[in-house]
């Protein structure tokens, strides 16, 4: 019984002891909002729309604007944020876009932590994505404007895409093991489009799925665009040696691309256009950065 | 040492070790203020609790298992306790059902565990006392069979639900619901309550089934109670932490060569020590990086060379001083 008794006193005596603060103690918040963004897109467009300076976290995949980015505490990696680090910069609000665990929004409301979903998953829901969190951080009107701009550059890209009598077959890969490809509800479907593509892919209804290199040679597609590997100069070779698709007609003509800059085709962010316009280079036979064919 | 020191000692040092646990997070080193920031302190205790709890429920199960089995590899999830589950948190997840409410997925999961249990023990009791080869069989085979059904399922998903399976199988013990915490908590203190009533059986039944009938025990009612609580408490906790290894398989083994085989003092001594060692292996996994680590990583990391010691010194003396 004593050792109970013991241990008790121990256990309340190691609580006492280590009774100093943990880490440096914020002010409390004050003036204006304070966001921690979780995803790399919310970080652009909260510097898009002016409050960069009300960012007090980001994830380490939120690398744009660099000089930005670099001053702000990272609070966890893109989808699995530590809610403890959340906690030590005080926010007003996180902002996510989607987490890697359905029950990670759960563990912030427990942690009372105010939060908002910022749905940015398609092309279309990027003007909106982007008055939300205006709104939130208080530059409703930059926001409006860019949002305003970046609909109107939508609008016209569409109707230049429209007037295009043969659009290419597009094959889009974002992983070369296995080969997977972008299917009909993901963003990519949507850039394709609007670059004057259609995205062979678009008959399968998901996000991303595996290709076979049957399907590839049945689709036969155009050209093909990799989104993987972006420093990686032997994709684009890779692709050119797959055993059997010699009879493709991206591989005979040598229209397969590589060398995007991979974030602005695979972030749902205010830079969308930029990717459109290096998928138009390539649909027009230019390497993505412009110039001459590869 | 004595068994009986070694006892006293586990008992004393956990709760220390579970206290200083509290001192550790990703936001520094140190207690947090209590007026300033209060909401870590609580987060930080919250987890500590969560990883005595599943500590406490993986590791008394492993102790019972591998008493009833009579295998050293027995651990909470060799009757396929944890596919089960996995299969339950899989079909929560990709339905949608997860997301309604915080008890949904654990529910799920628990529910699929205890199912398999069940499965398990049918297919592997014909008539008489169920053999033990024929428990771990059926138990490799339905856990199998539930792993490819998950495999298929994953194959199929879209990326995000993907994403959210595989997170839950890495395991993590960040709480979403306090009640939920708080159900799991008074769950395993009941099971091991109930572990700890049958250690006379326990001790009994690692001599063999025959041994422990001419002793009195009846060992169907014996084996069975043993396996459902085992089961129950497993399930209760993959349900909130998710699937978090080896702490079923070393910690058992680990106290059992400090406390000796008893399991009157086995079972407590499992239960605190095993809970001590997930929070301190949960502490590290969410300290050391600026990313946290999946628990499971360390508590292999950690544990496996420490076993390993353990395995070594027992092969040179002997078990018993």
């Not at chain 1, 604007?65 to 893109?78: K, N, T, W, Y």
């Not at chain 2, 008493?67 to 990709?94: D, Q």
Request: glycine share 10%; hydrophobic share 50%; net charge positive.
């Amino acid at each position: 019984m004593n050792v109970r008794i013991w241990t008790g006193c121990l256990f309340a005596a190691v609580l006492a002891a280590g009774c100093k603060p943990a880490g440096p103690t914020a002010p409390l918040p004050t003036g204006p909002m304070r966001v921690v963004s979780l995803a790399p897109s919310i970080t652009e467009i909260v510097c898009a729309v002016g409050a960069a300076d009300q960012l007090v976290g980001r994830t380490t995949a939120c690398d744009v604007p660099a000089d930005v980015v670099a001053g702000i505490p990272v609070i966890g990696a893109f989808g699995v944020p530590s809610i403890e680090k959340i906690l030590t910069v005080k926010p007003g609000m996180v902002l996510y876009a989607d987490m890697a665990d359905d029950s990670m929004a759960r563990k912030l409301e427990r942690a009372g932590l105010p939060q908002t979903r910022i749905k940015c998953t398609r092309l279309e829901d990027i003007p909106p994505a982007i008055r939300t969190v205006g709104r939130l951080v208080q530059h409703g009107k930059q926001a409006e404007e860019l949002a305003t701009e970046l609909s109107r550059q939508i609008q016209a890209a569409r109707a230049q895409a429209a007037a295009i009598e043969h659009r290419p077959g597009v094959l889009v890969l974002i992983w070369n093991d296995p080969l997977t490809a972008a299917g009909r509800n993901g963003f990519l479907s949507d850039l394709v489009e609007l670059a004057g593509g259609y995205n062979i892919g678009d008959t399968v209804n998901r996000d991303y799925f595996q290709v076979s290199g049957e399907w590839v040679l049945a689709q036969n597609p155009d050209v093909i665009l990799c989104f993987f590997m972006a420093g990686n100069k032997a994709v684009r070779q890779t692709i050119l040696n797959q055993s059997g698709w010699g009879r493709v007609k991206a591989v005979q003509t040598g229209r397969v691309y590589d060398g995007f800059d991979n974030n602005l085709v695979l972030r749902p962010g205010p830079r969308v256009m930029e990717g459109v316009a290096a998928i138009r280079r390539c649909l027009a036979g230019e390497s993505p950065e412009g110039g001459s064919s590869p | 040492m004595t068994h009986r020191r070694a006892f006293w000692l586990v008992m004393i040092l956990a709760p220390v070790l579970l206290a200083l646990c509290v001192l550790m997070g990703p936001s520094g080193i140190g207690f947090p203020d209590w007026t300033t920031q209060r909401e870590i302190l609580i987060l930080r205790i919250t987890r500590v609790l969560a990883g005595l709890i599943i500590g406490a429920a993986l590791s008394c199960s492993g102790v019972v298992l591998q008493a009833i089995l009579r295998n050293p590899l027995a651990e909470p999830y060799v009757l396929g306790v944890s596919s089960g589950a996995g299969l339950g948190a899989t079909l929560a997840i990709l339905t949608g059902l997860g997301a309604a409410s915080a008890f949904a997925l654990p529910l799920c999961a628990f529910v699929m565990a205890v199912l398999t249990l069940f499965l398990v023990y049918a297919l592997a009791n014909q008539g008489s006392t169920p053999s033990l080869y024929s428990l771990i069989l059926s138990g490799v085979i339905v856990s199998s069979v539930c792993s490819s059904l998950i495999m298929f399922m994953v194959s199929v998903a879209p990326v995000e639900g993907m994403h959210s399976i595989l997170w839950w199988m890495l395991g993590n013990l960040e709480v979403t619901s306090d009640a939920l915490l708080a159900t799991t908590g008074v769950l395993a203190l009941l099971g091991i309550l109930g572990m700890w009533l049958l250690a006379p059986e326990l001790n009994a039944l690692t001599l063999g089934q025959d041994m422990a009938h001419h002793l009195g025990i009846r060992v169907k009612a014996a084996m069975g109670s043993g396996l459902l609580l085992a089961t129950l408490v497993t399930a209760a906790s993959v349900g909130v932490g998710g699937l978090i290894g080896f702490v079923g398989l070393i910690v058992p083994h680990s106290l059992r060569s400090l406390v000796g085989p008893d399991h009157r003092r086995l079972i407590p001594a499992a239960a605190l020590g095993g809970g001590a060692f997930l929070a301190v292996c949960d502490a590290i996994a969410r300290t050391v990086l600026s990313v946290e680590i999946p628990v499971g990583v360390v508590t292999a990391l950690i544990g496996g060379p420490f076993f390993l010691v353990l395995l070594r010194r027992r092969r040179r003396h002997g078990w018993t001083e």
